[in-house]
């Protein structure tokens, strides 16, 4: 496959990296700063668990650039998303296979209504990376794809794409409920990158203080609601697992947190916005979301 990583961050950076490390043809999408570092110095991947990884990379400035492809990997922030749209158009086909890599729970449904004619596959994606300096991504957790399908008739590509995202070396599955994966990142999400960007603690201190613990609870339970008035199958306990799981990660810093510091637009309209509006859509109320969402916006 021809693969066209849009948007060479952290999460393009990473596994569109190990995609180039293992021989694969890829093709990455990069702006500014970034698509400099990558042309004169490759692509830098420094792994707790890989150790330290540099390839040289075939970097464009645009899609109509790189030209076509047979997978696209989305990489760029939900709020950047729209803003690609025309220059995605010149690569897409009716035999594109779109994976937007992505936080949140909207960029399929968006791609599906720009694209109708492309096979948009919607996934999960876990990984703890950052770019702290321009063609070095720093990777210090997971690296873990789920992908799954809204349509019947997209369900024979699931195989091929798995296949090659395995390439990385990293774990990738066709999952059978790919909607309430990704509302299981979610609930974490919303409630850890919003209150860890806001007060700039990590989230394992976050939960030593009662008061903010109730807090980050309660906007997960907001979640928990909205996802099942839209139909997902979350449940309580997974709230549990949340909290269990975070409390031993002490230090991680989020990707909203990292962004804040660094002067970058914050992604809470995709990981916290997303919230207060499905949730009126369903006739739930989401008074913590709503309120550390507007406090976001201020900042």
């Not at 158009?89 to 937007?100: D, E, K, L, N, R």
């Not at 890599?101 to 919607?122: C, I």
Request: with cysteine; glycine share 10%; net charge neutral.
């Amino acid at each position: 496959m021809r693969v066209l990583v849009y948007g060479a961050g952290a999460v393009g950076g990473f596994f569109g990296g190990l995609l180039a490390r293992a021989g694969e043809d890829v093709h990455f999408v990069a702006r500014g700063i970034q698509l400099q570092a990558l042309r004169a110095r490759g692509l830098t991947i420094n792994s707790r668990r890989l150790g330290s990884i540099t390839v040289p990379v075939s970097t464009f400035d645009s899609a109509a650039a790189a030209g076509s492809a047979d997978l696209v990997l989305v990489c760029v922030k939900t709020q950047q998303l729209p803003g690609i749209f025309d220059d995605l158009a010149t690569v897409v086909g009716p035999h594109t296979v779109i994976v937007p890599l992505q936080n949140g729970v909207e960029a399929d449904a968006q791609l599906s209504v720009r694209f109708p004619h492309a096979v948009v596959l919607p996934s999960v994606v876990y990984v703890g990376a950052t770019v702290d300096e321009p063609g070095v991504v720093t990777h210090v957790a997971s690296g873990t794809i789920g992908i799954g399908a809204n349509r019947d008739e997209d369900r024979h590509v699931l195989a091929a794409v798995r296949d090659t995202l395995a390439k990385t070396g990293q774990p990738v599955h066709i999952s059978n409920d790919i909607q309430r994966e990704r509302w299981h990142k979610l609930m974490w999400n919303a409630a850890f990158n919003s209150v860890s960007a806001l007060t700039g603690r990590v989230p394992a201190d976050l939960l030593a203080q009662p008061d903010v613990r109730s807090l980050i609870v309660n906007i997960m339970g907001e979640v928990l609601a909205v996802g099942r008035g839209c139909g997902v199958d979350l449940r309580p306990e997974d709230i549990d697992k949340h909290i269990a799981w975070t409390e031993g990660a002490t230090g991680m810093r989020t990707s909203t947190m990292v962004d804040r510091e660094k002067g970058r637009a914050m992604e809470i309209d995709g990981l916290l916005g997303v919230v207060v509006r499905k949730g009126r859509e369903v006739g739930v109320v989401t008074p913590c979301s709503a309120v550390v969402f507007a406090l976001l916006k201020a900042v």
